[in-house]
């Protein structure tokens, strides 16, 4: 068998077994019970009055494999959560980011979720029924920022040597001639029409590269893009830590970017929970995020990272070494394809606070520029613009999280006082300014509008 035609053959062996695992988690999966691990609780509850013991002491939430969930991963472990009441948090392993929205779906009551960890704009395709069985509505709240950056885009070794890096002008050519071959350079990510589907998106329209003509894009899970790589099926996948590090680390391929160069300090995943959970217990949604601040400020302490790896490579979490985890929260990392070592902070996963600030408070500015992205590739309407500020207002509940900020003890200077944080740059020189989206997509030569 000729070389092209094992590609191709593996390439349709991957995009069966792909669709079997996303047919899995479409079926609405019970979320994998997570044990604890032998970690320490850090702290002692607090003393609640009337005003602050949460209506309910317990919720499930659900997570992905990935450094955005290590928030709620050590909230749960070292005891935020149950120190302001929420004793009975259940932080529950998905298999699929399909599988965590069919769960909410379902509810806890039915076996699913409450909530938890989400890309953007899940929260708002739920609610408006976008992506529900039936297109169903299900209102959701946004209610926190997990992390900002910790992803990047890892490349298969068979493309070293092809200028494949941040930059894509000089690797354009290179690329786009593979669908030539018949068999095109296939990118993948783990849901489409979210967060990492974007980043691949916008880095390929900034050098030049159509993202829905030029190359193959596909869906595949977190965890399967070691294994896919592996066999040569995709040549390259965005997805969060520790993944596309793992590729570089294993020697399986290469780090050609990082989001954080993309744009720094770019908001990645959030907090939500289904509206009417939230409704029904305000005082444990504001315990919740309570809970969850503190675990955020723990996860940035540089004396820390060494424990917070070693709780999430555990098998009851990411089942991977912890040496692999902790690059993702100092910032080393292996980039390009000499795998050049780099240690800056600044690019590292960061949870509470970023050089622009506030890294928990979910700025509607950025669910803005997420809408607005939608509207980019088609996946909204142009009308999406239009009506933007009622539906954020709908669904970003950044109220509540200054509520809890507040009676956490928060500082005064931590708590944002706009909910936009203004203009935001790009490493190719774009320009979202939150007060005219519109302008931004003008600026854009590549888009479906």
Same mark, same amino acid.
């Given at each position: 068998?000729?070389?092209?035609?094992?590609?191709?053959?593996?390439?349709?062996?991957?995009?069966?077994?792909?669709?079997?695992?996303?047919?899995?988690?479409?079926?609405?999966?019970?979320?994998?019970?997570?044990?604890?691990?032998?970690?320490?609780?850090?702290?002692?509850?607090?003393?609640?009055?009337?005003?602050?013991?949460?209506?309910?002491?317990?919720?499930?939430?659900?997570?992905?494999?990935?450094?955005?969930?290590?928030?709620?991963?050590?909230?749960?472990?070292?005891?935020?959560?149950?120190?302001?009441?929420?004793?009975?948090?259940?932080?529950?392993?998905?298999?699929?980011?399909?599988?965590?929205?069919?769960?909410?779906?379902?509810?806890?009551?039915?076996?699913?979720?409450?909530?938890?960890?989400?890309?953007? %704009?899940?929260? #708002? =395709?739920?609610?408006?029924?976008?992506?529900?069985?039936? *297109?169903? !509505?299900?209102?959701?709240?946004? $209610?926190?920022?997990?992390?900002?950056?910790?992803?990047?885009?890892?490349?298969?070794?068979?493309?070293?040597?092809?200028?494949?890096?941040?930059?894509?002008?000089?690797?354009?050519?290179?690329?786009?001639?593979?669908?030539?071959?018949?068999?095109?350079?296939?990118?993948?990510?783990?849901?489409?029409?979210?967060?990492?589907?974007?980043?691949?998106?916008?880095?390929?329209?900034?050098?030049?590269?159509?993202?829905?003509?030029?190359?193959?894009?596909?869906?595949?899970?977190?965890?399967?893009?070691?294994?896919?790589?592996?066999?040569?099926?995709?040549?390259?996948?965005?997805?969060?830590?520790?993944?596309?590090?793992?590729?570089?680390?294993?020697?399986?391929?290469?780090?050609?970017?990082?989001?954080?160069?993309?744009?720094?300090?770019? %908001?990645?995943? #959030? =907090?939500?929970?289904?509206?009417?959970?939230?409704?029904? *217990?305000? !005082?444990?949604?504001?315990?919740? $995020?309570?809970?969850?601040?503190?675990?955020?400020?723990?996860?940035?302490?540089?004396?820390?990272?060494?424990?917070?790896?070693?709780?999430?490579?555990?098998?009851?979490?990411?089942?991977?070494?912890?040496?692999?985890?902790?690059?993702?929260?100092?910032?080393?990392?292996?980039?390009?394809?000499?795998?050049?070592?780099?240690?800056?902070?600044?690019?590292?996963?960061?949870?509470?606070?970023?050089?622009?600030?506030?890294?928990?408070?979910?700025?509607?500015?950025?669910?803005?520029?997420?809408?607005?992205?939608?509207?980019?590739?088609?996946?909204?309407?142009?009308?999406?613009?239009?009506?933007?500020?009622?539906?954020?207002?709908?669904?970003?509940?950044?109220?509540?999280?200054?509520?809890?900020?507040?009676?956490?003890?928060?500082?005064?200077?931590?708590?944002?006082?706009?909910?936009?944080?203004?203009?935001?740059?790009?490493?190719?020189?774009?320009?979202?300014?939150?007060?005219?989206?519109?302008?931004?997509?003008?600026?854009?030569?590549?888009?479906?509008?």
């Amino acid at each position: 068998m000729s070389q092209l035609s094992r590609r191709k053959f593996l390439l349709t062996l991957s995009a069966s077994a792909a669709s079997s695992v996303l047919l899995k988690g479409c079926l609405g999966n019970p979320p994998e019970p997570t044990n604890s691990s032998s970690s320490t609780p850090a702290v002692a509850p607090v003393s609640l009055s009337p005003e602050t013991t949460p209506e309910t002491n317990t919720i499930k939430l659900g997570y992905l494999p990935i450094v955005e969930a290590a928030a709620m991963v050590i909230a749960k472990e070292k005891g935020f959560f149950a120190k302001y009441g929420m004793t009975n948090v259940d932080v529950s392993k998905q298999a699929s980011w399909g599988a965590a929205r069919d769960n909410v779906e379902i509810g806890s009551a039915g076996g699913g979720i409450d909530g938890g960890q989400w890309q953007m %704009p899940m929260p #708002y =395709l739920i609610s408006e029924g976008l992506i529900t069985k039936n *297109n169903v !509505k299900l209102p959701m709240y946004v $209610l926190a920022q997990l992390n900002t950056q910790g992803n990047g885009i890892a490349i298969a070794n068979i493309h070293k040597g092809k200028n494949i890096s941040l930059d894509l002008n000089a690797a354009r050519d290179y690329i786009i001639g593979l669908s030539s071959t018949g068999t095109p350079f296939t990118l993948a990510y783990t849901f489409p029409k979210v967060n990492q589907d974007f980043w691949v998106r916008y880095w390929l329209a900034a050098g030049g590269i159509d993202p829905d003509n030029d190359v193959s894009l596909i869906t595949v899970p977190a965890a399967q893009t070691v294994a896919n790589m592996k066999t040569g099926t995709m040549d390259g996948f965005s997805t969060g830590d520790p993944w596309p590090d793992r590729i570089a680390k294993d020697g399986i391929g290469f780090l050609a970017a990082l989001t954080a160069d993309i744009w720094p300090c770019h %908001p990645e995943e #959030y =907090l939500a929970i289904r509206a009417d959970w939230v409704d029904k *217990n305000p !005082k444990a949604t504001k315990a919740l $995020l309570k809970g969850l601040m503190e675990a955020q400020q723990w996860c940035d302490r540089a004396e820390n990272h060494g424990e917070l790896a070693s709780i999430l490579s555990t098998a009851n979490y990411f089942n991977v070494p912890s040496s692999v985890v902790e690059g993702a929260f100092s910032g080393n990392y292996k980039l390009g394809d000499n795998l050049a070592p780099i240690s800056e902070r600044t690019k590292a996963t960061l949870y509470w606070k970023d050089e622009k600030g506030s890294v928990s408070y979910p700025y509607k500015s950025h669910d803005l520029w997420f809408l607005t992205e939608s509207v980019r590739w088609g996946f909204l309407p142009p009308e999406t613009l239009t009506n933007a500020k009622q539906l954020i207002d709908q669904v970003n509940r950044e109220d509540i999280w200054k509520e809890a900020a507040r009676e956490a003890g928060i500082s005064e200077s931590d708590i944002p006082t706009n909910t936009s944080r203004g203009v935001e740059r790009f490493f190719d020189g774009k320009v979202f300014d939150p007060a005219n989206p519109q302008a931004y997509l003008d600026s854009l030569s590549i888009k479906r509008i």
